[in-house]
């Protein structure tokens, strides 16, 4: 019966190598035999090395298959539009040249004269309806202007360095270890670097200087900044959301950093410790009830959700995609059930640069709509409000207006021992980086629409 495995005994002298009389006697001295931990016999495990963090990359119990337990999906990252950093800003249509800055042309009864300095409320006899042969100049046909600002961003370094010895890139090609060390560490560095810039996309308003987070100016511009409102940050402001408000410091201004918003700010007024905000076409449409203090979270119906997407359109935007977390996604798939409603299931073929993939192939993928806009879900999707709210916010998006400007994609750099040059990294082993060079932009605020405050019942 020589050759045959018919013990355990005789497996693993075969899986090791070791035959003869000397058995398993090497691998009990070792504990091994005591289980894949720690032996039942010993205080640690003979086989956990430190390799810069990496000694469990090569053991000869675990096989060469890495395994991932977290959900590392960049979704919100992903559906953003991608376009070439090709300049530092945009110009921006602010008002009308009579009519004001709303959604809707707006009149009253402002005369239209040599100076008017405010034409949001023109008469509606002085809209442009003027006599036969009428005299350039005359009273109601006066020359007017449209207003118009600018906007820009500066690109940002998002930037992961990381490191591997000479002795762990050894030993992982050896001892049934994972193989190429190297192979695999990027490959879950590269998910770490795109899972980051996904974290910044959704980081949180009140993030921005809590008075911990003095850096976070150097993270890609959130969706949760653009898609706000002067009358959000003053709610938010007045429900001791942010850092500097009046029961948490007593400063009488809204930290800088809230309302600064590509090179322009929206405007919020602080009086006698309570804020007020003043509406502009920096305003995104935001839902978020009557306040934020405590007690005023809103259950979520679908009144609320449509209101959002009516409001939208109005203003001349076309939702794309709403994104939420997987909590709320549920609940929307509540409330239509209990009306004997359902979701709609749309194919999503994905865009890359301009080339797009075939319908029908298995390059689209299938998600949930709603009004025939998909429901993207995302992990990191916040939860703003009061202590009561418990459902994560919306977003409904205009991606045609909604981007992310990248002056350099995504780039891989090595250097170290493995190249010829130790000297370069100033240790025996390499270093490895991931960068990404860019900001997002939006042309068009009143398009994004966000519904926060929120509670399941």
């Not at 442009?128 to 600018?150: I, Q």
């Not at 969706?223 to 850092?243: C, P, Q, R, T």
């Not at 009046?246 to 809204?254: D, N, P, Y």
Request: charged letters at 20%.
């Amino acid at each position: 019966m020589t050759g045959y495995i018919q013990t355990m005994r005789d497996l693993e002298a075969a899986t090791y190598g070791l035959a003869g009389g000397t058995g398993n006697a090497l691998l009990k001295s070792s504990g091994v035999v005591g289980g894949f931990g720690t032996p039942h016999d010993a205080a640690t495990n003979p086989f956990t090395a430190s390799a810069s963090g990496l000694g469990d990359l090569y053991n000869v119990l675990y096989g060469q298959k890495v395994w991932s337990m977290l959900n590392q999906e960049v979704n919100a990252l992903a559906m953003m539009s991608k376009r070439p950093y090709t300049s530092s800003g945009w110009r921006i249509l602010k008002s009308r040249p009579a009519g004001g800055s709303g959604s809707a042309f707006g009149v009253g009864t402002t005369a239209i004269g040599d100076d008017t300095a405010d034409l949001s409320t023109p008469r509606l006899d002085q809209i442009g309806g003027v006599g036969e042969n009428a005299a350039l100049g005359a009273t109601g046909f006066k020359a007017l202007s449209p207003e118009y600002t600018k906007l820009y961003v500066s690109p940002k370094t998002i930037a992961h360095l990381f490191e591997f010895s000479e002795l762990g890139m050894e030993m992982a090609a050896i001892d049934d270890g994972v193989g190429d060390i190297r192979a695999i560490v990027r490959e879950d560095m590269g998910k770490h670097h795109a899972e980051v810039q996904n974290k910044m996309l959704l980081m949180p308003l009140e993030k921005y200087n809590d008075g911990t987070n003095t850096l976070v100016e150097q993270n890609y511009t959130s969706l949760y900044k653009i898609v706000s409102s002067a009358a959000e940050i003053a709610a938010m402001y007045n429900a001791d959301l942010l850092h500097q408000n009046s029961s948490t410091g007593g400063s009488a201004a809204v930290v800088d950093d809230v309302k600064l918003l590509f090179g322009s700010t929206r405007t919020v007024g602080v009086s006698s410790n309570a804020a007020t905000g003043t509406a502009s076409f920096m305003d995104a449409e935001v839902d978020f009830g009557t306040s934020y203090a405590n007690g005023n979270e809103r259950v979520l119906t679908l009144t609320l959700l449509n209101d959002m997407i009516r409001r939208i359109r109005q203003n001349g935007g076309n939702p794309k995609v709403i994104l939420t977390g997987y909590d709320t996604i549920q609940h929307i798939s509540d409330l239509l059930q209990s009306q004997e409603r359902f979701m709609d299931r749309k194919e999503i073929v994905p865009t890359h640069n301009g080339v797009r993939g075939v319908k029908g192939a298995e390059v689209g993928f299938r998600v949930a709509t709603y009004y025939d806009i998909p429901i993207i879900p995302a992990k990191d999707m916040s939860t703003t409000g009061g202590t009561g709210a418990n459902l994560s916010d919306i977003m409904i998006l205009d991606t045609d207006h909604l981007w992310l400007s990248v002056m350099k994609p995504t780039q891989y750099f090595e250097d170290g021992i493995t190249s010829g040059n130790p000297f370069g990294v100033g240790k025996l082993g390499n270093q490895g980086m991931y960068r990404t060079m860019g900001e997002t932009g939006c042309s068009f605020f009143k398009g994004q629409g966000k519904i926060t405050n929120l509670k399941s019942a």
